[in-house]
C-alpha cells in the first residue's frame, strides 16, 4: 500500500495498531545503453510494494535524488552530495518515526547510498531503521548468480534491467548486445560501493556506461524471478524488523 494513496485516517488506523513502514531508496543516474534512468529507483519501489503485498506493509515515496557524481558525464544524470542526500535521508526517516511509525525499513537500490545511509543509521535506535538493498538477501543474490554469472558486474546489471523489463517492457539494446570489459577481482574489491573516479574518467573507462555488466543478457522472465524472490525475502525480513520495532 502507498502512503501517497492513503488519507490521513487510513495512516492514523495502522499507525495505532502498531506498524513500521518501508522507505525505497534509489538514484536518477545512467544506466547504459538499454537501462532506464531511474533504474534503481524503480526496482527499489518495485520491490517494496511486491513485499507489501505480501505483508500488508505501508511503503513510502521513494528517495530518487542521491550521489551519483561518477555518472555525471552521462546526459540524464542527476547527483546530489551525500551529506546533501545523508541530511534528507535523516529527516525524512526522523519524520516518519515522529509520525508514530514504528521503525523505517530501507529498501536500498543503489551502492553509492549505502555510506550516507550507515551514518544516518548510527544516529537512529538499532530497532528503529533497518537498512536492505534488494538484491542483498541470499536467496536474491544467488539467484543473481546462477543467471549471470560474472557478467552481472557492478553498473547496469542485467538483474536490475530484467526487473525494469518485466515491469515496463524492453528498450533496444544497443550496444548492450556486446559483452563489456570484464572486471578483475581487485578492480571489485577497490570499488565496491561505487567507489568510482572523476565523471570524466569514469566516463572514459566506460564509454558505453556499463560498468562489466553484460545488460544485454537481461529478459523480462528473468526479471520476474528476481523481482519474486526479491519481494518474498525482503517481506521477510520486514516483518522480522516490525516486530522487532514493536517489541514483540
Same mark, same amino acid.
Given at each position: 500500500?502507498? !502512503?501517497?494513496?492513503?488519507? #490521513?485516517?487510513?495512516?492514523? =488506523?495502522?499507525?495505532?495498531? =502498531?506498524?513500521?513502514?518501508? /522507505?525505497?531508496?534509489?538514484s536518477t543516474e545512467q544506466h547504459g545503453p538499454m537501462g532506464r534512468i531511474g533504474t534503481d529507483t524503480i526496482c527499489a519501489e518495485?520491490?517494496?510494494?511486491?513485499?507489501?503485498e505480501i505483508c500488508d506493509a505501508i511503503v513510502a515515496p521513494p528517495l530518487a535524488y542521491t550521489p551519483a557524481p561518477f555518472n555525471?558525464?552521462?546526459?540524464?544524470?542527476?547527483?546530489?552530495?551525500?551529506?546533501?542526500?545523508?541530511?534528507?535521508?535523516?529527516?525524512?526517516?526522523t519524520a516518519l518515526v515522529a509520525q508514530g511509525f514504528s521503525g523505517v525499513f530501507v529498501v536500498n537500490g543503489h551502492g553509492a @547510498?549505502? %555510506?550516507?545511509?550507515? !551514518?544516518?543509521?548510527?544516529?537512529?535506535?538499532?530497532?528503529?531503521?533497518? &537498512?536492505?538493498? #534488494? #538484491?542483498?538477501?541470499?536467496?536474491?543474490?544467488?539467484?543473481?548468480?546462477?543467471?549471470?554469472?560474472? #557478467?552481472?558486474?557492478?553498473?547496469?546489471?542485467?538483474?536490475?534491467?530484467? &526487473?525494469?523489463?518485466?515491469?515496463?517492457?524492453?528498450?533496444?539494446? @544497443?550496444?548492450?548486445?556486446?559483452?563489456?570489459?570484464?572486471?578483475?577481482?581487485?578492480?571489485?574489491?577497490?570499488?565496491?560501493?561505487?567507489?568510482?573516479?572523476?565523471?570524466?574518467?569514469?566516463?572514459?573507462?566506460?564509454?558505453?556506461? +556499463?560498468?562489466?555488466?553484460?545488460?544485454? /543478457?537481461?529478459?523480462?522472465?528473468?526479471?520476474?524471478?528476481?523481482?519474486?524472490?526479491?519481494? +518474498?525475502? &525482503?517481506?521477510?525480513?520486514?516483518?522480522?524488523? %516490525?516486530?522487532?520495532?514493536? =517489541? +514483540?
Open positions: 500500500m502507498k !502512503l501517497a494513496q492513503m488519507t #490521513w485516517y487510513d495512516v492514523d =488506523g495502522r499507525i495505532a495498531e =502498531g506498524a513500521a513502514i518501508m /522507505l525505497p531508496v534509489g518495485a520491490v517494496a510494494l511486491a513485499a507489501a555525471t558525464a552521462f546526459p540524464g544524470t542527476v547527483s546530489v552530495s551525500a551529506d546533501a542526500f545523508r541530511t534528507l535521508a535523516e529527516e525524512v526517516i @547510498n549505502l %555510506e550516507p545511509l550507515n !551514518l544516518v543509521a548510527g544516529a537512529v535506535a538499532p530497532e528503529k531503521l533497518r &537498512i536492505r538493498s #534488494w #538484491w542483498e538477501p541470499a536467496p536474491v543474490n544467488e539467484l543473481r548468480k546462477d543467471l549471470y554469472g560474472d #557478467w552481472e558486474g557492478m553498473h547496469a546489471t542485467p538483474s536490475e534491467i530484467a &526487473i525494469t523489463q518485466c515491469l515496463l517492457g524492453t528498450l533496444p539494446a @544497443n550496444q548492450a548486445t556486446e559483452p563489456p570489459e570484464r572486471l578483475s577481482a581487485a578492480y571489485l574489491r577497490a570499488h565496491k560501493g561505487d567507489r568510482h573516479g572523476p565523471p570524466a574518467e569514469h566516463r572514459a573507462a566506460f564509454p558505453d556506461g +556499463r560498468v562489466g555488466s553484460h545488460s544485454g /543478457l537481461a529478459t523480462p522472465e528473468d526479471g520476474q524471478r528476481l523481482l519474486d524472490a526479491a519481494a +518474498r525475502a &525482503i517481506a521477510q525480513d520486514f516483518a522480522a524488523f %516490525e516486530a522487532l520495532s514493536l =517489541g +514483540r
